[in-house]
């Protein structure tokens, strides 16, 4: 599967920034999606990550009650909403698959950038 980050920008704080995770190729249904971002010069870390039906969710605390992940299957599709945006959000941000929950991430795409001012 090709996985497609988009939707970034500059916003303000306090605002609000939807990320699109867009698919080409294998059945999207077969992948966990996760979302992920990278601050300059910090690690890479989790953000949030949505089943292959989207019943199940989770998320980083740091985002928890800000963010919300989804998906719909028939267009292909995953979203990172992003709301209350705070300053520190200020990262790439990274859409990622797997076909197994246990696994690793094997599936990455390109990020998009996401820029919060205050």
């Known amino acids: 599967v090709q996985l497609q980050a988009s939707g970034g920008g500059l916003v303000q704080a306090g605002g609000s920034l939807r990320l699109s995770c867009a698919a080409s190729?294998?059945?999207?249904?077969?992948?966990?999606i996760g979302w992920f971002r990278q601050a300059p010069g910090k690690e890479r870390e989790f953000v949030a990550a949505?089943?292959?039906?989207?019943?199940?969710?989770s998320y980083a605390d740091s985002v928890k009650g800000r963010f919300t992940v989804s998906r719909d299957n028939a267009k292909n599709t995953a979203y990172l909403q992003m709301n209350s945006l705070k300053p520190e959000d200020t990262a790439v941000y990274y859409c990622?698959?797997?076909?197994?929950?246990?696994?690793?991430?094997?599936?990455w795409g390109p990020g998009t950038q996401v820029t919060v001012s205050s």
């Open positions: 990622a698959g797997k076909l197994m929950a246990v696994d690793e991430y094997d599936y």
């Open positions: 190729g294998r059945r999207f249904s077969s992948y966990y």
């Open positions: 949505v089943s292959w039906g989207g019943g199940t969710t």
